[in-house]
């Protein structure tokens, strides 16, 4: 049997063999101060050893982690932008509706042009690339190749959306930018459409125009992008979500170059819908060219400012038959690139062209306002049918103050028109009978301020009517809190004797003039002016929506009073301030104002003129009006008499 003996040496332990016995003892080391030092060593070396193992763990751990976040929390946006980089979505853009007259004739259509457009986020970040494209681009299109970096230039170049580069280049440049597509990344040739106005200068405040969006547009809807069109004036604009259609888009697979590898999805645009007017395009342009004729005659005595307006209604339901306002301009210079050197002289024109003076245009409306006084006085009992008043040309007013020195509130006619009743001071434009009825004299009241406000706010005056047009005006009805408030004085006898015939403070559109007219031709009723008539689809010209006639008020007076002021508005015509037109075949019912105003510290007049015909069934409304044209019955009157008969021998169905 062998024996241990074990000997403890340190915490190290020694075995010796003696005989058959092997012997353990503690024992002095065996080894040296050599052998202690590599002890040490190994000691230190097993702690970095530990150290390593947990530094690699904690790594093994984070990339774990990481990983779940890549696959797990982050897997689907990005495999959206891997998927984003593999497929290209285009817009389809809509063609804009087409817009007709109410025979069909053509107004506005789309003319295509070409586009070029640049991705900042895709063009070449490497400097020689990005001249190497730019020398390209300057090869192909012709333009300074300082000029395209300018334009690049402003661009954000992390942005994924197309700027537009170049507008309306030639086709030819067009079909080699896209055949060269592999050394211009970033950029492309595309198909995009312009309006084309036709007639343009007739029908250019009616239409308006559209122009390229701008950044305003963009922040105020995502409709848009940079190289889109949307409606900024007129019919463009007030009915630019019915012209501009949906567009439509394409999904397709590209490869590294961008070049398509298959379409993935297509959805097609729907194009814009089309309106049809209520506006007769003869008409219109029958009606401009007697405006014009007229001017051109004024303009060569020296009178006129070259500027007029008019307004044709059908009494019947509101809707507008024309509607002209001069001097006007061509909207294609604001659309077609080639045309916008001309924009400035249209923009510094101080004959304003922009102006659409018949739905914007305040003026004071003269006698035109007569009828309206004449319902008011009647409904008020002032005055009947059968009341006759003196005019001797004044209204002599006493002072109190300076009895020597009277107020005189004279009439057109300075000798006076002798007795009139409300008919023939209607037909013959009284204003000492107006003055009377409005703010007293002798032994009749007089209505004063207060009603007769009332009753032009029947009218509807001081009100915008609501044409589908963008820009009008409200005009103005004075009142004697207004007075005070603005100037610190109270309201005078004066003021109302002035605005009782259509002068001093009270202002309003040609449109408001034609729309009270209509009330007399349609014997008590309002109607909101509607130049849209239909919708039809863009896709096959089916009627998609017919506007019907919208009712502002109806009854408006008392239908014997209506017919009293009518009969003074034709009595105009048959022996009155518009008895020029008594030889026209068809009967006509009228008004004709002259309204006094100062430019320039001198004193000029307005003349105006509106009507209704046939008297007995009116089918008509026609109002015009000439800024500084002088006596109503002497330059407006002679434009409605050649418009009413062209239109009697000429209108259609």
Known sequence: MTIFK???ISKYWVGRKAGNEMEFEESAPFWGKENKESVRNEEKINQRASIAALVIAALILILILQSFKLQIIDGDKFAALAENNRVKETIIDADRGVIYDRNGIVLVKNKPIFDLTAVPSDLPKDHD????????LSSITGKDAPGLKDIIGKFNRSSARAELLLENIDAFVAISVNAEKDKLPGIEAKTNAIRDYQNAEYFSHIIGYTGRVDRGDL?????YKLTDFTGKDGLELFYEKTLRGKRGYEKTEVDSRGKIVSILNKTEADPGQSLILST??????KIQDALNEELKKLY????GKKAAAAVALDPRNGKVLALVSLPSYDNNQFVDPDGRSKLKSILNDTSHPLLNRAISGRYPPGSTIKPVMAIAALSEGIVDKNTIIEDRGVISIPNRYYPENPSLYRGWNRAGL???NIISAIARSSDIFFYTVGGGFG?????GVDKITQYFKKFNLGKKLGIDLPGENDG?????EWKLAKYGEGWNLGNTYHISIGQGYLLVTPLQVASWTSVFANKGTIYAPQLVDKIISGCDNKQVYEFSPRVISSNIADIKYLETAREGMREAVLTGSARQLNDLKVEVAGKTGTAEFVSNGINQTHSWFTSFAPYGNPEIVLTVLIEGGGEGAETAVPVAKEVLKWYFENKQP
């Open 418 to 420: 002798g007795p009139v």
């Open 6 to 8: 074990i000997q403890k």
């Open 129 to 136: 690339k990005f001249e190497e494209l730019i020398k390209t």
């Open 443 to 447: 032994k009749i009241i007089g209505l």
């Open 219 to 223: 922040e105020n809807n995502d409709y």
């Open 300 to 303: 060569r005595s020296g009178a």
């Open 280 to 285: 007769d395009a003869n008409l219109q342009k």
């Open 476 to 480: 103005f009805v004075p009142s004697s």
